[in-house]
């Protein structure tokens, strides 16, 4: 006898190549909620640091009568990482600035391409930030500092790539489907007389 099974005796095989793939794009998908939920509170806190350190100055003002020097400073370091972990998350949920008005005129194969138009220039622009932004950063790093504080502005530069790396994570997931969502059903609605 032999070893080989015959053709009506092998387990049948997937009909796609890749079967683990909506499995694979749900655990991404789950991946990226997480890296978006701590996305969230790290912009959350920046913020709230912003508000607090600026109202300390205010503050500090009005009561002794001169500002503390080193409070912009920090509020540009808090505000610069603010605005671009906060451009990287909410690239996500698609919302930047855009014209949807044409968009919405298109049927659902023009918007697909369209959607996919949208994430190759979005990946250009992140290529541009994360690579030119680490440049800059390790430039600009090497030799200058803030003014009173003497922080190396680095970690001021180094806002933008690391922005710029979520905008490419959240943008590659808006442009996946996400299996965990489900497919709008088409069922037929009963009349009622």
Known sequence: ????????????????????????????????????????AAAMLLMAALFLNTANGIVVKQITGSSLVW??????????????????????????????????MFGPRLQRALRVCYALLALVVVFVMVFYGLRMAAFVGRSQTS??????????????????????LFTIGAALPDPRRAAPTHEPTEATP
């Not at 451009?87 to 008005?101: E, K, P």
Request: glycine content about 10%; overall charge negative; cysteine-free.
């Open 147 to 168: 003014l009173y504080l003497s922080i190396s502005l680095y970690w001021y530069y180094l806002s933008v790539p690391a922005g710029g790396a979520l905008l490419g």
């Open 1 to 40: 006898m032999s070893d080989r099974l015959t053709d009506q005796e092998a387990p049948p095989r997937p009909v796609s190549d890749f079967s683990g793939g909506p499995r694979l794009l749900a655990a991404f998908q789950r991946a990226l909620d997480h890296v978006e939920r701590a996305a969230y």
């Open 71 to 104: 409070v912009e400073e920090i509020n540009n370091l808090l505000f610069a990482w603010t605005v671009f972990i906060g451009a990287g998350v909410i690239a996500r949920a698609g919302g930047h600035i855009g014209v949807d008005i044409f968009y919405q």
